[in-house]
Nanobody, 125 residues
């Protein structure tokens, strides 16, 4: 059974930092792009960051560029999202996801097939 489990969410003041982790099990995703997405109340799920299977390509939403960093550790079956200079508008449920295709790369939500259950991030002003 494939599982992706996110850790590290919580409540933080504006300007603070959080580090999200996503551990996956049940199969390897070392040949799949991985991504982070988020969904705020009343809004659609949106792309936050993605990293290619080999770690060489990374993309970020304009709203988080320069503040968030995505990384992966294939040996540990884990991906991370370091979030700095957090803003109240970053408040959302954050999901990690694995791309559906072998060694393909994109940032489209529909291209990601395996999803975690999400972790809440709340940034107070």
């Amino acid at each position: 059974q494939v599982q992706l489990v996110e850790f590290g969410g919580g409540l933080v003041q504006a300007g603070g930092s959080l580090r999200l982790s996503c551990a996956y099990s049940g199969r390897t995703f070392s040949n799949n792009a991985m991504g982070w997405f988020r969904q705020a109340p009343g809004k659609e799920r949106e792309f936050v960051a993605a990293v290619s299977w080999d770690g060489y390509s990374r993309d970020y939403a304009d709203s988080v560029k320069g503040r968030f960093t995505i990384s992966r550790d294939n040996a540990q079956n884990t991906i991370y999202l370091q979030m700095n200079s957090l803003k109240p508008e970053d408040t959302a449920v954050y999901y990690c996801a694995a791309h559906r295709s072998y060694r393909s790369y994109s940032v489209r939500t529909n291209d990601y097939y395996y999803w975690g259950q999400g972790t809440q991030v709340t940034v107070s002003s």
